[in-house]
């Protein structure tokens, strides 16, 4: 029987209710380059937590942080002690040395400086940096600094890229983050200092420069009691990545391999095969079809 021009429209308005219902979401990566990618942490919109989706993100193989003062690229992240480490193309180390503005974290940000970060500020001004503060007594002045900044200052001011620039040590001054303040902040404009090296580890090389892991490490925490979610837990050992759904009633979803989501876990995601899976979808679609056929048939 040939079916009339309301008939197609009718059709067409059932797939269009229905096709989305079939459609599978976007399926979440495990990996971005080289680097996994676990919860808190995701690949896209719908993948990891929606907190952390404006600052960690997947471009091109490459995973990134950012923050209102620049883009910077993720090198690695300890999920075990909840830390990320990240590098600054602006940073100078013992063999670069650049002016940067500096660097800072978004204060609402679930983000905080780890205890292993140092920071340097390089080539500041003796007579107009607000880091220095006077001595009346022998009218010199003296940076506001952490008192083991000295070695660091001079170590650092021996490398070779630092050592050509010619710069007294005392322009040279080390804060660890608790002195950055609340703000998280180091404004190198204000600070009337031209570049900043950070390094969070010496690699067993306290006398070597060269050989400090330089970077900023960055810690995160999952929630305010830093607890990992259940729900997150069942959904990885079913093959899964923790994420979240866009309704707000239902802010949870286990995304699973085929690309489906669901509120529980994959409960066939590791188990059932790629032909399995198509089976399924054929099946989904036969049924539609079918119920779309029935429609049109009491209509025609």
């Not at 940073?91 to 974290?105: A, E, H, I, V, Y």
Request: net charge negative; with cysteine.
């Amino acid at each position: 029987m040939k079916a009339n021009n309301s008939s197609i429209t009718l059709f067409s308005a059932i797939l269009l209710i229905f096709l989305p219902c079939l459609a599978s979401s976007q399926t979440c990566q495990k990996t971005c380059g080289k680097l996994p990618i676990k919860y808190p942490f995701g690949t896209g919109s719908g993948c990891g937590d929606p907190r952390f989706q404006p600052y960690v993100a997947c471009s091109q193989e490459q995973l990134t942080y950012t923050t209102h003062t620049g883009c910077y690229t993720i090198t690695s992240i300890d999920y075990t002690n909840q830390v990320m480490y990240i590098s600054d193309a602006t940073m100078s180390t013992c063999s670069c040395t650049q002016p940067s503005k500096g660097f800072g974290l978004d204060w609402d940000a679930p983000f905080s400086f780890h205890d292993s970060t140092v920071f340097a500020v390089l080539d500041c001004s003796m007579t107009s940096s607000p880091i220095y503060r006077g001595d009346s007594g022998s009218n010199a002045t003296f940076p506001m600094c952490d008192s083991k900044g000295g070695s660091v200052c001079s170590l650092l001011y021996s490398c070779e890229a630092m050592s050509r620039l010619s710069l007294a040590i005392s322009t040279c001054c080390v804060y660890t983050p608790v002195d950055l303040g609340p703000a998280f902040e180091m404004d190198l404009q204000k600070l009337h200092c031209t570049s900043y090296s950070a390094f969070y580890g010496f690699n067993s090389q306290e006398s070597n420069p060269e050989g400090w892991k330089y970077g900023i490490a960055i810690k995160y925490k999952f929630n305010y009691n830093n607890d990992y979610p259940t729900l997150c837990t069942s959904c990885e050992k079913s093959g899964g990545v923790c994420g979240y759904d866009s309704s707000p009633d239902k802010p949870y979803a286990c995304n699973c391999p085929d690309g489906l989501n669901t509120t529980t876990d994959c409960i066939y995601g590791g188990s059932w095969s790629h032909g399995s899976r198509f089976l399924l979808r054929k099946a989904e679609a036969l049924w539609l079809f079918g119920f779309t056929w029935f429609v049109l048939s009491a209509f025609v």
